[in-house]
């Protein structure tokens, strides 16, 4: 077996080898939907903790008032509308507890719902954020607005980007709370919470902001390379929680913020955050596990007010997609700090980032994802070319060497070690690096891992089309050769079927075709199990990657062809002419018997 062959070999177990891992560690996601009550209590006042040096209502975390004491649709709503967004804030406590994503749909038919992000307490697997003050010294929680508090409308009757909102609440007993609530065109709302002492005598309270989920989402992925649950960052830090790692809701962790952090839940591709830019805040996650809410919150420090002063505390609530650039812009124009950190992008960060960012602008020249992919694709061979150009000029010298490495072979004969020792000084000589071969497509292993990350994760691969029946880009390809792709009557098989593994798509099948005509730029080995080896080898990935997305057996498709002709001009370049078209048809011509 010759060297380069080895090489050859060996870079081909590897990246099938590392497939194979990935698709035993990393299988396709698969929901896990949940068996929610349907009238499950709200948060309770209490579970919010200490505020700061504040105690709250000595209560108990017993003391629950439950949502249903006053039902949602006996309180008036506010109306949210912009052009990404729409839904209603309930005057019960002042919940944002109904937000539909505008832009985005459930799936691709065209009447299919858009996307629902919040929902209220009630419904199944109620999500909502709520604001309100924890009482301090001389003040009882029936003081102070809380989870069932019911506001008045002071101005503004729809929440608008030019249009804010005013809610009022007065305690009869000289405390008078206002809610100034603002959006911009996009998913961010601003929050001015204020509070007017016109008693006689000082109070102690402290603000707080709350993002609840009365149990795990119904369409949670549960995918080890995705995180969905708490996401916080947090002096510098980013954390991240899954659900079954939740603290009880009595032994959490508080953060000290600093200057600015934000705490919230993340999604596949939506998130609600709470974010706080004033120094002495508090941040905490935990979940009330008598009642599986998870809980996020920002408790702001305390505030004591005199007889006529007035104190006024502003956060920010996001609550959307994660689009790149909407959420690049708050970080970079809104002080929002390491806000592009809430898109998970993986262990091959200094990859996928820059990466996505090149995709990005690709898609916004070219307009059209997939061509956006291709166009990734001959960027990453042109970075890669100084390396391709050793690697296949390398190549060209090996098969040059051919003769001479054959005759030290008839020379030495079963002398394996003086085999080597003549084969190492010929290399030496002729200035050839034998593994030189192995060196591009070891390279293409994390390259291959972060478009992968990159086309799971982010949103705007997802319903992107590119041509044809290739609507997205984030699924794989739903033609099939089990009904003649589409020319026979009957429906394809279901996606993630067995079936739909076998009766694979025509891009799976074009991959295998790419990865063997680049098998044919070299001729057969002679060694009949490397023939196997090789035989099988496209095929085998040709199913393997058959059920990946789409967008990435586009990449896969698109650099194997840019590999065969950077291979044969290269080679051509250094005086080795691949016999493409004789290595076929050897291929096709049935081997003689061995004669007995």
Excluded at 247 to 264: I, N, Q
Excluded at 437 to 453: A, E, R, T
Excluded at 486 to 497: H, I, R, V, Y
Aim: net charge negative; glycine share 8%.
């Amino acid at each position: 077996m010759d060297d380069q062959n080895k090489n050859l070999i060996l870079a081909v177990a590897l990246s099938m080898l590392v497939i194979l891992g990935w698709s035993v560690f990393f299988p396709p996601p698969e929901p896990s939907p949940q068996d929610l009550a349907a009238a499950t209590p709200a948060v309770s006042q209490t579970q919010l903790g200490d505020a700061a040096s504040v105690p709250l209502a000595a209560a108990g975390t017993e003391a629950v008032a439950a949502a249903d004491a006053k039902p949602a649709a006996d309180v008036p709503r506010i109306r949210i509308e912009s052009g990404h967004v729409e839904g209603t804030i309930s005057l019960l406590g002042g919940r944002f507890d109904e937000l539909k994503l505008k832009k985005y749909r459930q799936t691709l038919e065209p009447d299919s719902d858009i996307v629902s992000l919040l929902k209220p307490t009630g419904a199944e697997s109620a999500y909502y954020a709520l604001y309100g003050w924890a009482p301090g010294a001389g003040l009882s929680g029936d003081l102070v607005p809380g989870p069932n508090t019911v506001w008045s409308l002071k101005s503004g009757d729809t929440l608008t980007p030019t249009t804010p909102v005013v809610l009022t609440w007065n305690n009869g007993q000289g405390l008078t709370f206002t809610r100034d609530i603002s959006l911009d065109e996009n998913y961010m709302f601003t929050i001015a919470q204020s509070v007017a002492n016109a008693g006689s005598t000082a109070v102690s309270l402290a603000p707080y902001g709350t993002i609840a989920r009365h149990g795990e989402p119904a369409d949670l992925k549960n995918f080890f390379i995705l995180h969905e649950g708490a996401i916080r960052h947090v002096a510098g830090e980013l954390t991240e929680t899954d659900y079954g790692d939740f603290e009880a809701a009595r032994s959490h962790e508080e953060l000290e913020v600093g200057d600015k952090g934000w705490t919230g839940f993340t999604d596949h591709y939506w998130m609600t955050t709470l974010i706080v830019d004033q120094a002495g805040a508090k941040i905490s996650t935990f979940n009330d596990t008598s009642r599986n809410i998870f809980q996020t919150t920002a408790k702001h420090k305390t505030e004591t007010l005199e007889p006529g002063q007035t104190a006024i505390v502003s956060s920010r609530l996001f609550a959307g997609a994660k689009e790149w650039e909407t959420i690049r812009n708050y970080q970079n124009e809104s002080g929002v700090p390491k806000f592009l950190d809430s898109i998970d992008w993986g262990w091959f960060f200094f990859i996928t980032k820059p990466m996505f960012w090149l995709l990005h602008y690709l898609h916004a020249l070219i307009g059209n994802m997939g061509w956006a992919i291709i166009a990734l694709t001959f960027i990453i061979k042109l970075v890669l070319f100084p390396l391709a150009y050793k690697s296949y000029a390398s190549m060209a010298k090996m098969k040059e060497l051919q003769p001479q490495m054959e005759k030290i072979k008839e020379q030495a004969g079963d002398d394996r070690q003086k085999v080597q020792q003549e084969m190492m000084a010929l290399y030496k000589k002729e200035k050839v690096n034998p593994a030189a071969g192995c060196l591009p497509i070891l390279m293409q292993i994390p390259i291959f891992f972060s478009l992968y990350k990159v086309i799971f994760v982010t949103l705007e691969l997802r319903h992107a089309p590119w041509i044809g029946w290739l609507t997205d880009l984030s699924a794989p390809d739903p033609s099939t050769i089990f009904n003649l792709y589409g020319l026979l009557p009957w429906d394809a098989p279901e996606q993630g079927s067995i079936l739909a593994l076998i009766f694979i798509g025509v891009l799976p099948l074009l991959l295998g075709i790419t990865m063997w005509l680049q098998q044919k730029l070299n001729p057969a080995p002679s060694d009949p199990i490397q023939q196997q080896i090789f035989a099988w080898m496209p095929w085998v990935f040709m199913f393997m990657l058959g059920s990946f997305a789409s967008g990435l057996v586009i990449y896969w498709i698109a650099n194997n062809t840019i590999t065969f002709t950077q291979q044969y001009l290269i080679m051509r370049s250094h005086g080795y002419k691949p016999d493409v078209f004789g290595n076929i048809l050897s291929s096709f011509k049935r081997k003689p018997k061995d004669a007995e």
